[in-house]
């Protein structure tokens, strides 16, 4: 009996993407259709490598192919095209080279942003997308320390090369500086440098560019919205009440710029007693989701207190690459998979944010 593609394709209406609620025929997932009588195979290819269901959906796909009739083998094989989230609304130019830029700040400091946004990055990249990563931290440029990095800039006769390490493309203000050398910048040094990092740099396939922003809500994210189509924000917080009425400010401040929040990362959520294993809420219990929720903004994840996170940023090993399998690695790389989701809704549903003008 012969198999027909329009009925292969009938059957794999039922495997539906959780994130974007379509199924995967009408979404195009569907690649390299090929029927040998009763041998069928094709490609789902999804929007990015970072899915955390991608296992659930071949399998829903193979068993739901398996089921009609003629069919007797069916090979599904996985793949992966990251989308651009935005492309250049308001004046803002795509940067060549990358795909998705991605913002990580929080609305005060003190709470491991640039911690969170190292180990997102590397979980980003340990999925298999590639991943870039720019220390928008001007005044404190701590992504060298916490990669372990210590080398100078290098070009190409035309523009700089970034410095590469754990699978990413990094720039930092670090390779530019003396370790002690405090950077004393108004503003709009702060803009130009920033400029020089986005366009001045030679980032290669990017589909995505993470930018750890210093804290608070100054002039480095006001440059930041006005330089490059941002796909979006993350926001990290603490779960205690001082840390979330910043992190309230930060979020308003993203929307006002016009760059969507993606979520909110709660660090250091809870502590375990590695004697007893009891669960101490040092700095509260949460705070983070319930913020989340009542601002109408996705919840990314918990981060616990744990000392080898500590120890792999002063070390220069961070810990996706020092403890890839305990808890805590495992909440960093959830939250980089609900990450990558938030990015592909995006590219999806491209929201028409009213242009607000800042002054």
Known sequence: MQVEQSAVLDALKVVRDPDLGRDIVSLGFVKDLQIDQGRVAFTIELTTPACPVKDQLRDQARAAVLQLPGVADVTVQMSARVREAVGGEGGRTPLPGVKNVIAVGAGKGGVGKTTVAVNLAIALAKCGSKVGIIDGDIYGPNVPIML??????????????????????????????????????RGPMLHGALQQFFREARW????????????????????????????????????QQVSLADSRRAVAMYKKLN????????????????????????FGHGGGEKMAAELGVPFLGRVPLYQPIREGGDNGVPLMISEPESPAARALMAAAERTAAQVSIASYNRPTIPLTVVR
């Open 148 to 185: 372990g990095m210590r080398t100078q800039l290098t070009t190409d006769g035309q523009k700089m090369l970034p410095a590469e390490k754990y699978g990413l493309q990094v720039i930092s203000m670090g390779f530019l500086t003396g370790d002690d050398a405090p950077i004393i910048w």
């Open 204 to 239: 290669v396939g990017l589909d995505y560019l993470v930018v750890d922003l210093p804290p608070g809500t100054g002039d480095v994210a006001l440059s930041l919205s006005q330089t490059v189509p941002v796909a979006g924000a993350i926001v990290v917080t603490t779960p």
């Open 259 to 282: 760059i969507p929040p993606l979520g909110i990362v709660e660090n250091m959520s809870y502590f375990v007693c590695p004697n007893c294993a009891h669960e101490s809420d040092i």
